[in-house]
């Protein structure tokens, strides 16, 4: 009985000594377990965290990448896309979704700024745990490309159809605003360097290459009465075409006159001739030449002043026909590199600011963008030159200047016909003979020099003589063609039926070089050519028709 109660005694104290809260505190057993918990916890939370940053930033640095490659292709100058249809487009095929972008496009003729901002939002998977259930990934850029030299060439339609409508009018406004406004960047440098150059090239249905353009290019002899040009035409099969990959045809580029954007200072150009197209026949004199001999609508080349400029565009009236493919040919030719010389020539002579001794710069000048900015309110309409036969060389009609007697040569007749008196007319009487009037030898040559050695081919002026072979330059230049058919190609009034010509002379058909079709094919040979070399061509249609807006 006593050790029972011992036994009993001895487990209440020690369940006493168990419970003892002094004790109990100091006990250590299970503390570990609670750590580790805690611990896991924290250690799952910050790992969570890792991997929505990890997300977040993988995300975000796709996004930059992107918006990185976009605005860079948008923004150069050689796109030819929309800049901001580039930079969306380029987020289509990232495999991006549910992104936000702004895209904002500032553009200058010889700059280009795209700025672009996108965010795309990203789920957490777990900081939600923490109260945060997306993060916003951004993304910010801006990308510009800009060249410092400006060449321009202002090709301007001065035909008779932009006298309609105010067109002429609301036009000077209009080109001066342009002149002013690309010209800044010449206020804008340090040193006050000129970067910016603008030729302006009016046109109708030729182009009045001026005494400056005359001064520095060189024209053919045909004369010197004025200086409107003709460029060697594409062939009647010409139309652009590029090889299978796209690139251009060299072989095409290489062999082809007519696609060549230089105009050579030292390599003569052809001349129009020289003549009256407009007056019947009634009017003896030339008095309305197809090419101007004045300044009027001339050529301004590789100007920098502004008053000079804008006093150019105010002079400009209208009239004539319309040919855009000399306009066109004319203000590539003023930037292409083989211009230098003339260039060259004119700042010698002080008409042209030195600062532009390095122009026209080369295609491949990184720092240089050339630039043709055509307007037309029309298409391509006729262009008129004098027929082969009567362009150049010496005429038929022989004048004796002691005797004041003109002789024609007949090649049907095989003689001379001889004016009875001065010049002749439908009634005026006169005799055949089969030399001029006063013998060959009044005339420099011999009978055998006129028969044997080509007629008038083969005939040379003596001054010395007393009198001579008209040329047809000379006849031209002095007569509209209706007066010379009159009084010398009439055939006498007994001799029916022995020359023609008159017809020849008259008809306007018979001036005609180039029509709508061979204009619009000469016009897309040097767009094309001018595209191949980098040329950026501008063209502007001013209430034109519909073929013209095709």
């Known amino acids: 009985m006593t050790g029972l109660f011992n036994g009993v005694a001895s487990s209440a104290r020690a369940m006493a000594a168990r419970l003892n809260p002094v004790r109990f505190a100091r006990r250590e057993e299970g503390t570990v377990t609670a750590f580790a918990l805690m611990i896991f916890v924290l250690m799952v939370g910050a790992c969570g965290i890792a991997i929505d940053v990890m997300r977040y930033e993988?995300?975000?640095?796709?996004?930059?990448?992107?918006?990185?490659?976009?605005?860079?292709?948008?923004?150069?100058?050689?796109?030819?896309?929309?800049?901001?249809?580039?930079?969306?487009?380029?987020?289509?095929?990232?495999?991006?979704?549910?992104?936000?972008?702004?895209?904002?496009?500032?553009?200058?003729?010889?700059?280009?700024r795209v700025h672009a901002y996108a965010e795309l939002e990203v789920r957490s998977m777990f900081m939600q745990l923490f109260g945060i259930r997306m993060l916003t990934s951004p993304a910010i850029g801006a990308a510009e490309e800009r060249i410092n030299n400006i060449e321009v060439s202002m090709v301007i339609d001065i035909s008779g159809s932009m006298g309609s409508n105010s067109r002429m009018t609301n036009l000077r406004p209009a080109a001066r605003d342009f002149i002013t406004e690309v010209l800044t960047a010449n206020d804008n440098t340090a040193g006050d360097e000129n970067l910016?150059?603008?030729?302006?090239?009016?046109?109708?249905?030729?182009?009045?290459?001026?005494d400056l353009i005359d001064s520095v290019f060189t024209f053919d002899n045909l004369h010197d009465?004025?200086?409107?040009?003709?460029?060697?035409?594409?062939?009647?099969?010409?139309?652009?075409?590029?090889?299978?990959?796209?690139?251009?045809?060299?072989?095409?580029?290489?062999?082809?006159?007519?696609?060549?954007?230089?105009?050579?200072?030292?390599?003569?150009?052809?001349?129009?001739g020289h003549f009256d197209r407009?007056?019947?026949?009634?009017?003896?004199?030339?008095?309305?030449s197809h090419c101007q001999t004045d300044q009027y609508g001339a050529i301004l080349p590789w100007q920098h002043d502004e008053t000079i400029l804008h006093t150019h565009i105010?002079?400009?009236?209208?009239?004539?026909?319309?040919?855009?493919?000399?306009?066109?040919?004319?203000?590539?030719?003023?930037?292409?590199?083989?211009?230098?010389?003339?260039?060259?020539?004119?700042?010698?002579?002080?008409?042209?600011?030195?600062?532009?001794?390095?122009?026209?710069?080369?295609?491949?000048?990184?720092?240089t963008i050339k630039v043709v900015v055509m307007m037309t309110d029309g298409a391509n309409t006729n262009q008129y030159d004098l027929r082969e036969p009567y362009r150049d060389g010496y005429s038929p009609i022989f004048y004796h200047e002691d005797d004041d007697r003109y002789s024609i040569w007949y090649e049907?007749?095989?003689?001379?016909?001889?004016?009875?008196?001065?010049?002749?007319?439908?009634?005026?009487?006169?005799?055949w003979q089969n030399q001029p009037y006063g013998g060959f030898g009044d005339y420099g040559l011999t009978w055998t020099d006129?028969?044997?050695?080509?007629?008038?081919?083969?005939?040379?002026?003596?001054?010395?003589?007393?009198?001579?072979?008209?040329?047809?330059?000379?006849?031209?230049?002095?007569?509209?063609?209706?007066?010379?058919?009159?009084?010398?190609?009439?055939?006498?009034?007994?001799?029916?039926?022995?020359?023609?010509?008159?017809?020849?002379?008259?008809?306007?058909?018979?001036?005609?070089?180039?029509?709508?079709?061979?204009?619009?094919?000469?016009?897309?040979?040097?767009?094309?050519?001018?595209?191949?070399?980098?040329?950026?061509?501008?063209?502007?249609?001013?209430?034109?028709?519909?073929?013209?807006?095709r």
Do not use: K, M
Request: hydrophobic share 40%; aromatic share 12%; proline share 5%.
């Open 225 to 272: 009465y004025s200086n409107c040009a003709r460029f060697t035409p594409a062939p009647t099969n010409y139309s652009y075409d590029p090889d299978v990959d796209g690139d251009w045809d060299a072989s095409l580029w290489a062999d082809s006159d007519f696609l060549r954007t230089a105009i050579d200072p030292a390599v003569p150009l052809a001349r129009l």
């Open 450 to 549: 006129w028969y044997s050695n080509g007629g008038v081919d083969a005939y040379t002026f003596d001054a010395s003589e007393d009198g001579y072979l008209l040329s047809w330059v000379d006849l031209f230049a002095d007569y509209t063609a209706e007066y010379i058919a009159e009084q010398w190609y009439v055939v006498p009034a007994n001799q029916s039926g022995l020359w023609t010509a008159h017809n020849d002379l008259v008809d306007n058909s018979h001036y005609l070089y180039a029509g709508q079709v061979a204009g619009d094919r000469n016009l897309r040979a040097i767009c094309d050519a001018a595209n191949n070399a980098g040329i950026v061509v501008f063209a502007i249609g001013f209430e034109a028709p519909p073929v013209v807006r």
């Open 278 to 288: 407009n007056n019947n026949w009634t009017d003896q004199a030339h008095t309305n």
């Open 314 to 367: 105010n002079s400009l009236g209208t009239g004539g026909w319309t040919a855009i493919d000399l306009g066109v040919n004319w203000g590539v030719g003023l930037l292409d590199p083989a211009a230098a010389p003339a260039v060259d020539g004119l700042i010698a002579a002080g008409h042209v600011h030195e600062d532009f001794d390095d122009r026209p710069a080369p295609y491949d000048d990184d720092e």
């Open 196 to 210: 910016v150059s603008i030729s302006i090239v009016p046109y109708n249905g030729r182009v009045n290459s001026g």
């Open 412 to 431: 049907d007749q095989n003689q001379f016909w001889v004016w009875s008196n001065g010049v002749g007319t439908r009634t005026s009487s006169g005799w």
């Open 58 to 112: 993988t995300q975000r640095a796709q996004l930059q990448y992107t918006l990185d490659r976009a605005i860079l292709a948008a923004a150069a100058l050689t796109q030819p896309y929309d800049p901001e249809a580039v930079v969306r487009d380029y987020f289509d095929i990232s495999g991006l979704e549910d992104y936000r972008l702004d895209v904002r496009v500032e553009q200058g003729l010889n700059f280009r």
